[in-house]
């Protein structure tokens, strides 16, 4: 009977070890425009943040121009790989900001 016992918790234990060494695997579900798709849990190039960005939202656009001294936004276009913002300094003077459209680098300023 000793001999059952010593067998059952050596197996528990090498079980248990074996459970914390394991990696932990999560999968979910996402729910969007292509329908029900299951995520496996991994995603390359992925971090906490989410994916990574593919190109700027024109009010990320907007924001960046701003801190180049744009005051009022007329308007965002986008031409290729390019975002083209403008506006006005607060001395109501026309000034037109170019950034890239996937990185956000401000290319181009102009007054």
Same mark, same amino acid.
């Given at each position: 009977?000793?001999f059952?016992?010593?067998? #059952?918790?050596?197996?528990?234990?090498? #079980?248990?070890?074996? !459970?914390?060494?394991?990696?932990?695997?999560?999968?979910?579900?996402?729910?969007?425009?292509?329908?029900?798709q299951?995520?496996?849990?991994?995603? *390359?190039?992925?971090?906490?943040?989410?994916?990574?960005?593919?190109?700027?939202?024109?009010?990320e656009?907007?924001?960046?121009?701003?801190?180049?001294? !744009? /005051?009022?936004?007329?308007? /965002?276009?986008? *031409?290729?790989?390019?975002?083209?913002?403008?506006?006005?300094?607060r001395?109501?003077?026309d000034?037109?900001? /170019? !950034?890239?459209s996937?990185?956000g680098?401000?290319?181009?300023?102009?007054?």
């Amino acid at each position: 009977m000793q001999f059952r016992s010593s067998v #059952l918790t050596g197996g528990l234990v090498a #079980l248990g070890l074996g !459970l914390a060494a394991a990696p932990a695997f999560a999968q979910g579900i996402s729910i969007g425009p292509g329908g029900v798709q299951v995520d496996p849990g991994y995603r *390359r190039g992925y971090d906490d943040r989410g994916p990574p960005r593919s190109e700027l939202s024109r009010g990320e656009a907007a924001r960046i121009a701003r801190r180049e001294g !744009l /005051v009022d936004v007329d308007g /965002v276009d986008r *031409r290729g790989p390019r975002l083209i913002v403008r506006g006005s300094d607060r001395r109501g003077d026309d000034i037109t900001v /170019v !950034l890239d459209s996937r990185s956000g680098d401000v290319l181009d300023v102009r007054r």
